[in-house]
């Protein structure tokens, strides 16, 4: 477990304010105490630097996890979100877009979003902005890339892909599934 060099952080604030923007300080300083990130085997951690401190006496060989994991960097060194981010990113996420009932199962078996199953999305967003993406009852179900501007949103065709698939809390069962 060490800190992110210069190159990572950068990565991986970048990714971050994607979908958050400047609120990236409110996850650090915290009411609860201080958190921060840390790298351990190409995976991003967050975790109070109480517990940091803590797990520095297991050795990395036997170290599996500790925090929550954010994502994690690729061969090529882009970095990927994981949906065990969502519960920390939701509450600060700049830009939304709300499913239909009956978007939320197409969306939570991997595929896009499509403007037939739009509900809400917040105005101003721009193309290729972070989304977190919620059902109509305000419950996070995970994140996407906006395909279409709000304003292209509202004259497109309804078979439109209006939000591209990122990651969604449907991941585990198909994860699940995979490994049996």
């Not at 990130?37 to 190409?42: A, E, I, Q, T, V």
């Not at 170290?63 to 509450?91: E, N, Q, V, W």
């Not at 993406?133 to 709000?150: E, H, I, N, Q, R």
Request: aromatic content about 12%.
């Amino acid at each position: 477990m060490r800190p992110l060099t210069d190159e990572e952080t950068k990565t991986f604030f970048q990714k971050l304010s994607k979908y958050i923007g400047e609120n990236i300080k409110l996850l650090l300083d915290r009411p609860d105490g201080a958190y921060c990130f840390r790298l351990h085997r190409d995976r991003v951690f967050y975790v109070r630097e109480e517990l940091m401190k803590k797990a520095g006496c297991v050795s990395r060989d036997n170290l599996i996890s500790m925090g929550t994991c954010f994502g994690k960097f690729t061969k090529s060194g882009s970095f990927r979100l994981h949906i065990t981010a969502l519960d920390y990113i939701a509450p600060y996420a700049k830009f939304k877009v709300w499913l239909k009932p009956s978007a939320e199962q197409q969306f939570l078996y991997g595929h896009h979003v499509m403007k037939s199953g739009l509900g809400r999305i917040t105005e101003n967003t721009s193309q290729y902005q972070g989304l977190v993406v919620y059902s109509m009852s305000d419950l996070p179900l995970g994140f996407g890339v906006a395909a279409k501007s709000t304003q292209d949103c509202r004259h497109c065709d309804p078979m439109t892909i209006v939000a591209f698939h990122q990651a969604d809390v449907g991941e585990y069962i198909r994860n699940e599934e995979a490994l049996l």
